[in-house]
């Protein structure tokens, strides 16, 4: 089982990007997504997350600039980026948690260029 994600590619600093993450039909139970990033050489973070009750949390890095949403009946989760800076550049992936387990999309990368 595997998320599909997309949205990802090059634009310049200042530009928005969108990304999405849908997750198959035969997940269910889903209490938590997210968007994590790794950038070349670092560690993968958490950039947000949305949870089943609503909440959201943000990395501080990406507050005000970046929104996440979902729409339940498709299973999707949306990032939009604006504001983009050259440290977002990164592959990011989907992440769904659910009671049947937790699941990865394959990543999609992101370059922001100066």
């Known amino acids: 089982v595997q998320l599909q994600a997309s949205g990802g590619g090059l634009v310049q600093a200042g530009g928005s990007l969108r990304l999405s993450c849908a997750a198959p039909?035969?997940?269910?139970?889903?209490?938590?997504t997210g968007w994590y990033r790794q950038a070349p050489e670092k560690e993968r973070e958490l950039v947000s997350s949305?949870?089943?009750?609503?909440?959201?949390v943000y990395a501080d890095s990406v507050k005000g600039r970046f929104t996440i949403s979902r729409d339940n009946a498709k299973k999707t989760v949306f990032l939009q980026m604006e504001g983009l800076k050259v440290e977002d550049t990164g592959v990011y992936f989907c992440?769904?948690?659910?009671?049947?387990?937790?699941?990865w999309g394959q990543g999609t990368l992101v370059t922001v260029s100066s």
């Open positions: 992440n769904v948690k659910s009671l049947s387990g937790n699941y």
């Open positions: 039909g035969s997940i269910s139970g889903i209490y938590l």
């Open positions: 949305i949870a089943v009750s609503g909440k959201i």
